[in-house]
Every structure is written in C-alpha cells, then in structure tokens.
T-cell receptor, first 116, second 112 residues
C-alpha cells in the first residue's frame, strides 16, 4: 500500500519555540492531507485539511495562526506549531489521500511533541 | 452527517478466544467503512475497508468485518486472538471522498 512518512517521530522543545513536523507521501501524490491531534487514550481529533496549492481548512476551535499548515507540493505537507506551550504537547498524526481511490487514508507514524 | 459508535472502550479476551469489536455507524449516504489498528506511539494501520462491494470483508492479520446495512453495523472479528493483537482499534466512516470520522476507539487486551 501507499506509504506516508512523518518526521520527526519525537521532538522535545522549550516553551516559546516553534516546531515543524513534516508529512510526506513517498510513493504517491497526495492532493489532500489531514492533520490530527491525539490526546492520551483518546481518538484522533481532526485539526485541519490541507489541499495542495491552497490554504488549509481548519476545524472549529483550532487556531490557524498557532498551527501553520503548508502543502506546497503533492508529496509534502508541514505543520508548524508556533510559540509552543506545554499544553501543545501531544501526538500529532498526518494522513494522506491520493487522487482517486476508495476514500482510504494512509497514515504517517505520528510525531510525539513534548513542550517543556 | 456521519458518526461512528464503538461499543466498549476496552475489551479483554484470552489468547485463542474469539475477538469481537463492535462498531455502529450513522450515515445519510452509502458509506465507506474502515477499521484501523494503532500500536503504542505509532500511526494508524488499515486493517480492512468496505467500499460497497462484498459485505464480508477480509483484512490483514486474520481480521474480518461484515457490513450489515439493516443493523448499521460493521463489527470486527477474528476467530483466535494472538498476543500481538493487543492494540487500539478504531472504526471509521467516510462520506466517500470526505474526511474519515473516527470512533473513540477500543483497546483490545489479550491475556495469556
């Protein structure tokens, strides 16, 4: 199946700094990518939908100025957590859907962010 | 609007026993349905999917699920649990090309 790679898998940063997480589709072109946040022992919460070449669509309650999403190519989307605070610590997961197909999403391995 | 309900946040079975994880959905249009598995600190891996073909869907690792429109269900089963099946399982529904809507997940524990 299609492969989606996320990097870094783990990152620790100081409060107030910014962190960038990359999501790449390795063997297919992803016109749409999704960014999720997962709190411990909970389900995935959709943060935003990223469409190649256009602005991301954010879910209600997600601060677009804090969680910057860029989808500049058909194989790469990035999530930047700006001015991170301890409450931003979480597991962030991206997924991608290729053109066509049956609605299936391919998920990255996830990125564990810890803000000190 | 679509929604997914997973009955039971935690299911525990003995090794070799039947695994049954329940999922009911709500959808105003014919849905696509999915089961994903998540191991600790990892992303989600697709187990199987229903896309309006055969109602009994076979997936990886011996899992299968049956789409029952009359019951709006898509329960996940495996005849014999292995220790390696211990993980979090998510049922999801999709309005075709839209986003996936996930259930809250069911943690499966397998006892030796």
């Amino acid at each position: 199946g299609a492969v989606v790679s996320q990097h870094p898998s783990r990152v620790i940063c100081k409060s107030g700094t910014s962190v960038k997480i990359e999501c790449r589709s390795l063997d297919f072109q992803a016109t749409t990518m999704f960014w999720y946040r997962q709190f411990p022992k909970q389900s995935l919460m959709l943060m935003a939908t990223s469409n190649e070449g256009s602005k991301a669509t954010y879910e209600q309650g997600v601060e677009k100025d804090k969680f910057l999403i860029n989808h500049a190519s058909l194989t790469l989307s990035t999530l930047t957590v700006t001015s991170a605070h301890p409450e931003d610590s979480s597991f962030y997961i991206c997924s991608a859907r290729g053109a066509g197909g049956t609605g299936e999403l391919f998920f990255g391995e996830g990125s564990r962010l810890t803000v000190l | 609007a679509q929604s997914v309900t997973q009955l039971g946040s935690h299911v525990s079975v003995s090794e070799g026993a039947l695994v049954l994880l329940r999922c009911n959905y709500s959808s105003s249009v014919p849905p696509y349905l999915f089961w994903y598995v998540q191991y600790p600190n990892q992303g989600l891996q697709l187990l199987l999917k229903y896309t309006s073909a055969a109602t009994l869907v076979k997936g990886i690792n011996g899992f299968e699920a049956e789409f029952k429109k009359s019951e709006t269900s898509f329960h996940l089963t495996k005849p014999s649990a292995h220790m390696s099946d211990a993980a979090e399982y998510f049922c999801a529904v999709s309005p075709r090309q839209g986003n996936l809507i996930f259930g809250k997940g069911t943690k499966l524990s397998v006892k030796p």
